[in-house]
């Protein structure tokens, strides 16, 4: 028998859809794989706006949301609007086939008043810790004000009603801990490793590079605190330079127009090109064209404690990777990296033309990481972590 038979999981997404958000959906196929019964709610989003659909046996029950909140209006609206359709299909799914455990993935903290009802029924809540919230605002806004105190304090509400929470590293686990005041041994790390029958190994395909010898390519969010404005600064530099490389930029967010009209006043059009938010498909076939990856990913406490997928995803392509110097980063990707002092777009430049220039160097790096994730970070490992945390769950 499956180790979850008769088990129902309901997992629950708010700024991402399924099945795009890439950590959200192993680990619902790898709970699936075990017997579980998984149901989804998350957002509707383009490309993925069926408001029900049934994709390899997992329920994914989709609903609207007015915007992508960027100020405090707009994040009440958006936040209000998924908590209360969080709330309707929550019940809607329960009344149908009981649910055992709520799986909460942040951002933001607020899954917990969902949550919170079940628990009277027996309900388990879990939480999925993806973001550090109270960094995140820090990053966005630089200022510990009244939002900033709410954050925290929404965080702590978080840990207190969740029985179990799952942390993306070892970071997450220590604020778990810390601020959260959760035992140690209610949280888990699951790191987000990449899956290796998705990120696949090909040739790639030349047209990408627009008749340039060289592609450099950025995967992930185009938001405040990505520091996409800091690589078009350093395309700016390198095309003083050269015009041999061309940028390759795959992902969407609330900053993608300002960073396409920063591209235009830096006059650099020419050589970045803007994909948007794209299927698996595309994204890996780009980013095997690649000769080397990037992540200008801000030196922010955010930054500097969070795990970020793309490095992982380059890793598994074998691509050598540029990045500033920030404490996850350099423990994910190790010697398959070079490091940038913080903020300077000069080295950040530098580096990326050298390790073009130097291939052999880039090749080694590449394979480095490549077996880094091989044997350690991969989905493979990760997904029996997961395991074995239901398991604890389920006892």
Known sequence: MSAFAGKHILIIIENLSAPFDRRVWQEACTLKEEGAKISIICPKMKGQNKSYEVIDDIEIFRHPLPMEGSGAFGYLLEYSTALFWQGWLGLKIFLHKRFHVIHGCNPPDLIFLTALPYKLFGVKYVFDHHDINPELYLAKFARKDLFYRIMLWLERLTFMTANFSIATNESYKEIAIRRGKMSPDKVTVVRSGPGLKRMKITDGNQVYKKNKKFLVGYLGVIGGQEGLDLLMQTVKLIKQKRNDIQFAIVGGGTDLEKIKKLATQLKIDDCVDFYGRVDDTLMVDVLN????????????????????????????????????????????????????????????????????????????????????????????????????FYKMVFH
């Open 289 to 388: 064209t690649c000769d080397i990856c990037v992540n200008p990913d801000k030196p922010t406490e955010m930054n500097n404690l969070s795990t970020m997928n793309k490095i992982m995803e380059y890793m598994a392509l074998k691509k050598p990777i540029v990045q500033f110097d920030l404490k996850e980063g350099r423990f994910s990707a190790g010697d398959a990296s070079l490091y940038v002092r913080h903020n300077d777009v000069e080295d950040f430049a530098t580096k990326i033309m050298y390790l073009l220039d130097t291939p052999e160097i880039g090749k080694k790096m590449g394979e480095f990481g490549y077996h880094r994730v091989l044997k350690e970070l991969s989905w493979d490992h990760e997904s029996k972590r997961l395991v074995d």
